[in-house]
């Protein structure tokens, strides 16, 4: 009989994770009160592992530099699987800065990578122009990153979708209260109506939701909102960037990604806040996206504002993502991938499908580790502070 994993999560986490699954000949379901809805769908899209981490997180690029190396493969088998694009986009990133103190920061961040023998072109703000004609004057100097890749997250999802019901993946739109076990291995999940569903395995993918599931998860995922805005071109306007831009205006950060799709011409992201579930769209941050955006790209200003959405991102302690077995036999974890689930989807697809087979991740998801908050049980019984 062919084992059966459930999937707590319809986000790019869990369908890439199911459709890997079910290639094994796991017999999968996917329950997800509202399949790619969630910050997979509000996502910017960007595969950014170099201009999205900082000096102090080099696990967090060694498994975004090993998962954008697999986005090119991965996007070519998803698009062949759906019969559709799955929306790879390889035009690469510059990062542009405005202000002195911007400038500086970008000169840390280059020299930090430098160390890390990952040099990056720093070009003055001329230079960056000839590249993206759409950067206005106020931008004076900057870095190209040709590596750091995109994807149009909601082709994507179209694509998973097709994908996974393609492979034999069954999606539910069902929300789930709570992982079941017996105290030693998982038996499956039971849903908010008290429906239960029977499971060899089961893969926690649910994002920003995923603490509640079951007792080991608590406390390791939290939301973190944020705000991103949609644009599209007008006639007489100037065009859009072809690659993404990332910039610092007065400190803070913005980014505009390219899309292919008619009427979303351009994604401008995001703001960062904590207030639990809360997705309300605000005026402020709004305001400050399209002011911040706008002193780095001056022509966004006769674009159509075509749509405002919040999405939540699933922070870890250290933002690193939680991928794993933990807890019970037979619960595996991927969640809290904070700002970086739609990157690291292919990565952790391999990771879930290597797990599920009773074999060993790729080298840089070690660190990614479910277990690595766990509290350590000294040989007296006791724990250790
Ligand atoms: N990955 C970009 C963001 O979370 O805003």
């Not at 034999?168 to 008290?194: H, S, Y």
């Not at 920003?208 to 998860?217: C, E, K």
């Not at 939301?223 to 644009?231: A, H, S, Y």
């Not at 037979?330 to 009773?358: K, Q, S, Y």
Request: charged letters at 20%.
């Amino acid at each position: 009989m062919t084992d059966r994993l459930v999937v707590v999560g319809g986000g790019v986490i869990g369908l890439s994770a199911a459709w890997t699954a079910a290639r094994d000949g796991w017999r999968v379901t996917v329950l997800d009160p509202a399949p790619c809805s969630g910050a997979s769908w509000v996502a910017g899209g960007m595969l950014a592992p170099v201009t999205e981490t900082w000096p102090g997180e080099e696990a967090l690029l060694d498994l975004g530099t090993e998962s954008v190396r697999r986005w090119p493969e991965f996007a070519a088998r998803l698009s062949a699987a759906a019969g559709r694009d799955a929306g790879l986009r390889t035009e690469g990133t510059v990062v542009a800065a405005t202000g002195s103190g911007d400038r500086t920061e970008l000169d840390t961040l280059a020299g930090h990578l430098d160390r890390l023998g990952r040099p990056v072109e720093r070009l003055a703000g001329r230079a960056l122009r000839r590249l993206e004609p759409a950067l206005g004057p106020d931008v004076r100097g900057g870095l190209s990153v040709p590596d750091d890749l995109a994807v149009d997250n909601r082709m994507l999802l179209d694509a998973l979708r097709a994908a996974v019901s393609a492979a034999g993946v069954r999606l539910e739109e069902r929300a789930v209260a709570a992982v079941r076990d017996d105290g030693t291995r998982v038996l499956g999940v039971t849903d908010t109506a008290g429906v239960e569903t029977d499971a060899d395995a089961v893969l926690v993918a649910a994002g920003a939701h995923s603490s509640s599931l079951h007792p080991v998860l608590d406390g390791l995922v939290r939301p973190v909102k944020g705000e991103i805005l949609r644009l599209a071109h007008r006639a007489g306007a100037m065009p859009p960037p072809s690659r993404t831009v990332r910039a610092l205006v007065d400190g803070r950060p913005v980014y505009a990604v390219p899309r292919s799709a008619p009427g979303h011409d351009l994604v401008l992201g995001a703001t960062t806040s904590e207030n639990g579930f809360d997705t309300t769209v605000t005026v402020g941050g709004v305001r400050d996206l399209l002011r911040d955006a706008e002193r780095v790209l001056p022509g966004i200003a006769e674009y159509a504002l075509v749509e405002t959405t919040a999405g939540l991102r699933p922070g870890s302690r250290d933002n690193l993502p939680l991928v794993g077995a933990l807890g019970p036999e037979g619960l595996v974890v991927a969640t809290g991938h904070g700002r970086n689930g739609i990157l690291l989807a292919p990565l952790t697809a391999d990771a879930v499908g290597a797990l599920l087979r009773g074999e060993p991740v790729p080298d840089p998801v070690r660190a990614a580790a479910a277990g690595r908050f766990a509290p350590a049980v000294s040989l007296t019984g006791g724990q250790r502070a």
